[in-house]
T-cell receptor, first 120, second 111 residues
Framework: GAVVSQHPSRVICKSGTSVKIECRSLDFQATTMFWYRQFPKKSLMLMATSNEGSKATYEQGVEKDKFLINHASLTLSTLTVTSAHPEDSSFYIC????????????????FGPGTRLLVL | GQQLNQSPQSMFIQEGEDVSMNCTSSSIFNTWLWYKQDPGEGPVLLIALYKAGELTSNGRLTAQFGITRKDSFLNISASIPSDVGIYFCAGQIASGSRLTFGEGTQLTVNP
């Protein structure tokens, strides 16, 4: 299957600082990427949809000014957690939409390995 | 919005046993996906289903797209210890739309 990478895999930051997480599709181009947050023993919660060349679409309850998303190219989307606080500590996962994966039948999404953020 | 009910929430089985889990939806989906997530990792795609009634295998895994387009199941045959993890179903109502995830099935395999 297609490969999606995330960097960094884990990061610790001080409260009030900003952290940038990168999501890259390595062997395919993705016009759409998705950012999720996952709490322990819970399912994935969609935060926002990242569209190449346009503004991201945020889910209800997700602060767009706190979670800045930039999708500057067909292989890279970034999530910046601004003015991080301890409650932002979580596991952040991106996925990339592979529109050609199902041929004429459909598409699928491939996930990155996740980034664990700890805010002190 | 769409809701997915995934069951069971957890399973404890002996190595060599077969496993079955399923997802049902209140909405019609045109794509069903099954993922496995290991601790500290992102979900890995196991099987993708695009047509109602479709039955697809991937090694010891078999999944089916329900004929009503509102359900899907995943079977694992002859389980082994490395099958341990959380299995998620995900549905998509239309191309380009978001995925709706089930709550996951935690599988434990005792050697």
């Amino acid at each position: 299957g297609a490969v999606v990478s995330q960097h960094p895999s884990r990061v610790i930051c001080k409260s009030g600082t900003s952290v940038k997480i990168e999501c890259r599709s390595l062997d395919f181009q993705a016009t759409t990427m998705f950012w999720y947050r996952q709490f322990p023993k819970k399912s994935l919660m969609l935060m926002a949809t990242s569209n190449e060349g346009s503004k991201a679409t945020y889910e209800q309850g997700v602060e767009k000014d706190k979670f800045l998303i930039n999708h500057a190219s067909l292989t890279l989307s970034t999530l910046t957690v601004t003015s991080a606080h301890p409650e932002d500590s979580s596991f952040y996962i991106c996925s990339a939409r592979d529109w050609a994966s199902g041929g004429a039948l459909g598409e699928t999404q491939y996930f990155g390995p996740g980034t664990r953020l700890l805010v002190l | 919005g769409q809701q997915l009910n995934q069951s069971p929430q957890s399973m404890f089985i002996q190595e060599g046993e077969d496993v079955s889990m399923n997802c049902t939806s209140s909405s019609i989906f045109n794509t069903w996906l099954w993922y496995k997530q290991d601790p500290g990792e992102g979900p890995v795609l196991l099987i993708a289903l695009y047509k109602a009634g479709e039955l697809t295998s991937n090694g010891r895994l078999t999944a089916q797209f329900g004929i009503t387009r509102k359900d899907s199941f995943l079977n694992i045959s002859a389980s082994i210890p490395s099958d341990v993890g959380i299995y998620f179903c995900a549905g998509q109502i239309a191309s380009g739309s978001r995925l709706t995830f089930g709550e996951g099935t935690q599988l434990t395999v005792n050697p």
